[in-house]
Nanobody
């Protein structure tokens, strides 16, 4: 079992930045690829970014590439999502999740956090 707790969300103006954190406890954190997903009101939960177990490989959805950066600190069991140049369309509840390998599919993620709200005002 892996427990995940997100933090760092908030209200920010367009063009601003936020850094989300996801603290993990339970089973070995470094044994999982970690992903970030988001869900806006009335929409499906969508993939944002993923990082492999070592942190050496990352992948982003096209709409955030160049603006968001995913990273991880295996010593402290934490994964981060640095979000720059935020846009109103980035407004959503952001979730971190753990999977056995890098994936963009929700169904491959075994463990999920409760989410942290990001609101970007225009």
């Amino acid at each position: 079992q892996v427990q995940l707790v997100e933090s760092g969300g908030g209200l920010v103006q367009a063009g601003g930045s936020l850094r989300l954190s996801c603290a993990a406890s339970g089973r070995t954190f470094s044994g999982y690829a970690m992903g970030w997903f988001r869900q806006a009101p009335g929409k499906d939960r969508e993939f944002v970014a993923v990082i492999n177990m070592s942190g050496g490989s990352t992948y982003y959805t096209a709409s955030v590439k160049g603006r968001f950066t995913i990273s991880r600190d295996n010593a402290n069991n934490t994964v981060y999502l640095q979000m720059n140049s935020l846009k109103p369309e980035d407004t959503a509840l952001y979730y971190c999740a753990a999977a056995r390998g890098m994936s963009v599919s929700r169904s491959n993620y075994y463990y999920w956090g409760q989410g942290t709200q990001v609101t970007v005002s225009s």
